[in-house]
């Protein structure tokens, strides 16, 4: 909205230079007061003034084409932001769409990790397998957590990302239980 402003703004400065270059017609009026001593005297005044701008060098020309220039550029730099602002949300939106995939992955993983603890868990339990095996597959586990854990803090990030490049960030995003929560207490 600031840029699209900067736009019309510069658009009424050439209207305003090539207004500038035209004749003018003032008109003033008024009263004066003269004492001079035992003398008073008053009286009233009209007066009507015509401008004509002969020739100024081609200054009202040159003004006329900068302020000309001055509005493409103020309508070079709205259209240079409404395309950085469209990249952003286009940037935030595929963002959000991998985290999401990441999440969906990582659930595979975690259920892939779980089994596979379980496995060597029991084989060791049955006396075929080392603690060794356990051991890793604990450790798989854990890692597997945690990749769990980063890509739902990814699936927030870009979430908040995509949020602030629409221009909707608001506490439901940061809480999005909150508004179910204040329903529930207002019922």
């Known amino acids: 909205m600031a840029a699209e402003a900067r736009v019309k703004a ?7 230079t090539l207004a500038a270059g035209l004749p003018t017609l003032s008109v003033g009026a008024g009263p004066s007061w003269l004492d001079t001593g035992n003398i ?13 701008p002969l020739f100024s060098g ?9 302020a000309q220039a001055n509005a493409e550029v103020s309508e070079a730099q709205r259209d240079n ?14 963002s959000l769409i991998t985290a999401t995939q990441t999440i969906r992955t990582t659930i595979d993983l975690l259920a892939s990790a779980e089994q596979s603890e ?14 060794l095996d356990v051991l890793n597959a604990q450790s798989a ?3 597997a957590r945690l990749q769990r854990i980063q890509a739902l803090l990814d699936w927030y990030v870009s979430r908040a990302s995509l949020a602030k490049a629409v221009g909707v960030l608001d506490s439901s995003l940061l809480y999005p239980d909150a508004g ?8």
């Open 10 to 16: 510069a658009q009424a400065n050439i209207d305003y």
């Open 40 to 52: 008073t005297s008053n009286s009233s005044s009209i007066g009507l003034t015509l401008t004509l």
């Open 58 to 66: 081609f200054s009202t020309t040159y003004q006329v084409r900068s």
């Open 81 to 94: 932001l409404s395309l950085q602002v469209a990249l952003d949300v286009w940037n935030a939106y595929q």
């Open 118 to 131: 379980r496995v060597a868990l029991g084989r060791y339990k049955a006396g075929v397998g080392s603690i």
């Open 141 to 143: 586990l854990a890692s």
């Open 180 to 187: 179910k929560n204040q329903g529930a207490k207002s019922q």
